[in-house]
């Protein structure tokens, strides 16, 4: 059994910064795709950011946050993260994290791990 629970959200300004977490318990991140993925009100469920973590790092991001966000992870705690610099108003979502076992991909039905989200709120 593994479960997934993240943290961090909260409000903040444009401009501003957040650092998400996601702790696991059951299973380690390393091994495995450690993705974000991110739901606005009325919108479908989008892809922020993925990494395999084998003892090196790779990563993608999608466009819309690419140069803004950066993952990184502690894989001995089993914490992953998600840095979120130069918020915009269009980051305003629920962040899940998620793991799965197919490598870095976009579809969220790929992954089979899912926690139960944490709020982003952006204020101008």
Not at 53 to 58: A, D, E, I, M, P
Not at 65 to 80: C, H, I, M, Q
Not at 101 to 112: E, F, L, M, Q
Request: one cysteine or more; a neutral charge; proline letters at 2%.
């Amino acid at each position: 059994q593994v479960q997934l629970i993240e943290s961090g959200g909260g409000l903040v300004q444009a401009g501003g910064s957040l650092r998400l977490s996601c702790a696991a318990s059951g299973r380690t991140f390393d091994g495995y795709t450690l993705g974000w993925f991110r739901q606005a009100p009325g919108k479908e469920r989008e892809f922020v950011a993925a990494m395999n973590v084998y003892g090196s790092l790779y990563a993608e991001y999608a466009d819309s946050v690419k140069g803004r966000f950066t993952l990184s992870e502690d894989s001995a705690k089993n914490w992953g993260f998600l840095q979120m610099n130069s918020l915009k108003p269009e980051d305003a979502a629920v962040y899940y994290c998620a793991i799965g076992s197919r490598g870095i991909t976009r579809n969220w039905k790929d992954y089979n791990y899912w926690g139960q989200g944490t709020h982003v709120t952006i204020s101008s």
